[in-house]
């Protein structure tokens, strides 16, 4: 059973990038790819202290999360998540063996139910990423 909303397989030309960028390039190419006539605004490195990376023409705010491993990581403490959160959308994305599965794409209200504190760092915690059901997915 499909447990994601899109399975997108990566240029080897991208192989070297970081799991983050990976995640952002394969965000914009999903977004263009439904959203045929919008336009996605990628923001300035001065605001992503907000923790939105993206925004589009309606204001809608993305913040993309990606991963290689079992998790999501904020960098901010359960405690303080409440402010930290100012996207509307959080698209989490997992790569393993140049394939990206999307996920499904949380609300702000369903990370605030699913985040758990770091118990490796302080002032941070995470977000378990989903099983995904898949034979060639080993997490």
């Keep these: 059973m499909r447990n994601y909303v899109s399975c997108i397989a990566l240029p080897n030309k991208i192989k070297d ?3 983050g960028k990976k ?3 394969v965000f914009e190419q999903w977004f263009k790819l439904n959203y045929q006539n919008e336009k996605i605004i990628k923001q300035k490195a001065s605001e992503d202290y907000l923790g ?3 925004a589009d023409e309606r204001g809608n705010r993305y ?4 991963t290689s ?3 999501y990581t904020f960098n901010c403490s359960v405690e303080k998540i409440d402010d930290y959160l ?3 959308f959080y698209i989490m994305i997992q790569i ?3 394939i990206a599965y999307i996920e499904s794409i949380y609300n ?3 990370i605030l139910s699913i985040i758990k504190p770091s118990i490796n760092y302080n002032n941070s915690s995470f977000v378990w990423a989903k099983n995904l059901n898949q034979h060639i997915l080993e997490l």
């Design 23 to 25: 995640a952002e390039l």
């Design 86 to 88: 100012n996207a509307h």
């Design 52 to 54: 939105i990376d993206y």
């Design 69 to 71: 491993c079992k998790t």
């Design 108 to 110: 702000r209200d369903e």
């Design 96 to 98: 393993k063996d140049n």
């Design 17 to 19: 990038f970081s799991i």
């Design 63 to 66: 913040q993309v999360k990606g």
